[in-house]
């Protein structure tokens, strides 16, 4: 243990001991309630004062402190170093699998190796049954840092690294400040002597965070989460290590010894994660048990769609068997288990070299820096661009031509450079320097005070900003002009066809045809889908004027709002700001976009060449919420969903006019119950509290959106 606390003054006032004592218990069932069943109760200020109550309490009793105090979250007095811990049970790692090939190979070693294991009789009834249907849990791999948490009699005693999985290191003072690692354990079914293990991970909007505040000190910001999350663990002083935000996900059990009497641990691995997340760990809410091989395909699929979308990094996903009598029977090869196996994603990080930079104009203007790359396959696509986004980025990176560079491409995300490999830079190199005027209509380049981007003054005189004005305009959530992509916007502009949208609505079909790679029919086409498009919707036509800030939801909320075009282009900023999403930011670059002459007559000729839409019914004539579907209704919900997460689908019920509460009660409708959904799935069914799955949850959705 890093830290000693022992109970020294015997003369104690009683209410002080008994004042703490109520706290630290109050504390510990916020913690509970805010990291174990995502449904806090109080606000983080009440909590702040609760914490600073017992903190002030605690420095006048020093000798009242204790292991599971919640006061230790935010850090005690920095350590000289960390000291080496053998860990009693060693900490294994993982194979791989890169391809749908190797998963089979896989599952065929287990079944193999547990045929034979039959055939020799090896195998008692449950471990048959559990074989005849083999189910696999599928986790998230999360892209973090592996922990070994020890708890006596429900205490967090101590907290070691994985280190070389034989040794890790103790970083007691610093898990104990991880917000999600509970200091003491709720339940009275705890062993006595508990190991669990569990990946610590910097959650992505706090990794952006850490970032930001770096560059603003002049600190090296983090190359990446898992780096940030290691960085933060290894501090000495635990004080930094909380203030990173970091979180702590279970995924299963070390030592277990001194079951109570009468308990019987969980003979599946999801059991085990449902007990631990009972005793008040976090564990991972897109954990699913399936059945076969096949529906561990489908698992990775569906979560490789997900992946951008979770609020942390993982970087696989990781397959275990489920029954734990399954699993000792496969047990051990060298450092891994035969049981589980981690279905890796494609690199997202690899290097290749910068092989020019070029300056790219905008819709807005707005010039971006884009490297062009020797084409290197990262992240499941060949990529030969990286953005370098603004001169801030080109400064922070000195990215230079004939560099070597590391690219990162996460999922649909913009092909980034992440960092210049400096050991492999050529001898001659300049640093990259911003033009002065725009390079495509050479209009001077401006900065506009508080922006960093730089933008080309030419307006609607430049060419770059007409294309994309218009790219945008045609686009599928905008006016949708089906076949009208990005190259045919060039041509048609390049031969002077057309120089703005209006334009698109007196095209002519011979002059189309006439253009490179097209024909008559495709000419044909081109205007017939120009004409269909006239009929939209007004949410559509705001969102297609490209006005700065204003995306698919403002578009939809001004509609909403002002019902017609007129009572928009009359707003002003004070009413603007009233809207839900717009701020005074916005709100600005709205009010100049209708001042604009330029842009009333725009909107004008639209209007005038047929451009139109059904009647919008405004906000204030429908907020009776007596029409939604769900009033009246309350709904709870519980355990992990698949296709969407709690929230979201909190939200959802929310719009459709339910009432969506923490606990099951007589006056709960229905549960929502997933896998994982525990105490509150068995107050349901003794109350006869109707039980939804997520099936019937989404079937709900459908028939009211
Ligand atoms: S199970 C014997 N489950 O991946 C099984 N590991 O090489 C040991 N990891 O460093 C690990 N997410 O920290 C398991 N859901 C998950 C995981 C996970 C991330 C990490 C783990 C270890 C590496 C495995």
Request: with cysteine; proline share 4%; aromatic share 6%.
């Amino acid at each position: 243990m890093t830290q000693e606390f022992k109970q020294t003054s015997p003369i104690q006032d009683p209410s002080v001991i008994h004042e703490i004592q109520a706290l630290r218990d109050e504390l510990h069932r916020h913690n509970y309630l805010y990291y174990a069943l995502d449904n806090p109760e109080i606000p983080d200020a009440e909590y702040d004062r609760l914490l600073r109550r017992l903190q002030a309490l605690e420095a006048e009793n020093p000798e009242l402190l204790s292991a599971d105090s919640p006061s230790l979250k935010v850090g005690s007095a920095p350590l000289d170093a960390f000291t080496q811990v053998a860990h009693k049970l060693p900490m294994l790692s993982l194979d791989n699998a890169f391809s749908d090939e190797e998963m089979l190979d896989f599952n065929k070693r287990v079944i193999d190796r547990l045929n034979n294991s039959l055939k020799n009789s090896e195998l008692d009834n449950t471990t048959k049954e559990a074989f005849e249907s083999l189910e696999y849990v599928c986790e998230p791999k999360l892209d973090g840092i592996a922990v070994s948490l020890l708890y006596a009699e429900g205490v967090l005693v101590m907290g070691v690294t994985r280190g070389d999985g034989t040794t890790g290191e103790d970083i007691t003072a610093n898990v104990r400040t991880v917000g999600s690692i509970p200091l003491r354990l709720t339940g009275d079914d705890i062993p006595s002597e508990l190991e669990v293990r569990g990946e610590i991970y910097m959650p992505k909007a706090a990794f952006e965070k850490v970032n930001k505040a770096a560059l603003k000190n002049g600190d090296k910001p983090f190359v990446n989460p898992r780096n940030a999350a290691a960085g933060s663990l290894r501090q000495l002083d635990s004080k930094i290590t909380a203030k990173r935000s970091l979180e702590m996900c279970a995924y299963s059990v070390g030592i277990v010894e001194g079951i109570k009497e009468g308990v019987n641990f969980p003979e599946t691995h999801e059991k085990i994660l449902v007990k631990l997340s009972e005793w008040g760990f976090r564990i991972n809410q897109e954990m699913r048990a399936v059945t076969g091989i096949n529906a561990c395909a489908t698992y990775y699929n569906k979560l490789s769609e997900k992946r951008d979308g979770l609020p942390y990094e993982i970087d696989g996903i990781v397959y275990k068997v489920n029954s734990i009598s399954l699993q000792k029977t496969l047990g051990f090869i060298s450092r891994a288990p035969r049981w589980a196996i981690a279905r890796k994603f494609p690199a997202q990080e690899e290097m290749t070299q910068l092989l020019g930079i070029e300056f790219q104009v905008g819709r807005t203007g707005a010039i971006t820096p884009v490297a062009r790359l020797e084409p290197v396959f990262v992240g499941g696509v060949t990529v030969s661009n990286a953005t370098l986004h603004n001169q801030d980025e080109v400064k922070r990176l000195d990215a230079r031509v004939g560099d070597t560079v590391i690219i990162r491409r996460a999922g649909d995300v913009i092909p980034q450079i992440v960092s210049v490999v400096l050991s492999r830079r050529p001898e001659q190199t300049d640093a990259l320097c911003f033009p002065e005027s725009c390079p495509v209509c050479d209009s001077p380049i401006v900065q506009v005070p508080g922006e960093v981007v730089l933008r080309c003054s030419g307006g609607l005189i430049c060419g770059a900003q007409v294309k994309e004005a218009i790219k945008h305009f045609a686009s599928r959530k905008a006016m949708d002009i089906d076949g009208l992509g990005d190259k045919l916007v060039e041509q048609l502009v390049d031969e002077k066809l057309i120089k703005s949208v209006v334009d698109l609505y007196h095209l002519d079909v011979e002059a189309v045809a006439s253009l490179e790679r097209m024909g008559k029919k495709s000419a044909e086409n081109l205007l017939a889908a120009i004409e269909t498009s006239k009929a939209t919707s007004f949410a559509r036509f705001i969102y297609s004027l490209g006005i700065r800030e204003v995306g698919e939801a403002t578009a939809r909320n001004l509609a909403q709002y002002f019902g017609d075009i007129n009572s928009l282009l009359a707003s002003d900023e004070e009413t603007l700001v009233v809207i839900n999403d717009i701020g005074p930011i916005v709100a600005r670059f709205i009010v100049d976009f209708i001042s604009q002459e330029s842009n009333q007559l725009l909107i004008k000729q639209l209007l005038e060449h047929g451009v139109n839409w059904p009647e919008v019914k405004k906000q204030s004539d429908d907020d009776d919420s007596n029409e939604l579907p769900l009033v009246d209704k309350t709904y709870v919900l519980s355990g992990s969903l698949f296709s969407l997460t709690r929230d979201q689908a909190k939200e959802k019920l929310q719009a459709l006019g339910a009432t969506v509460t923490g606990s099951v009660s007589k006056k709960t409708d229905y549960l929502v119950a997933g896998p994982g959904a525990g105490s509150k799935l068995t107050k349901a069914e003794s109350l006869s509290v109707p039980v939804l799955d997520e099936d019937q949850l989404l079937a709900l959705f459908d028939e009211y959106t």
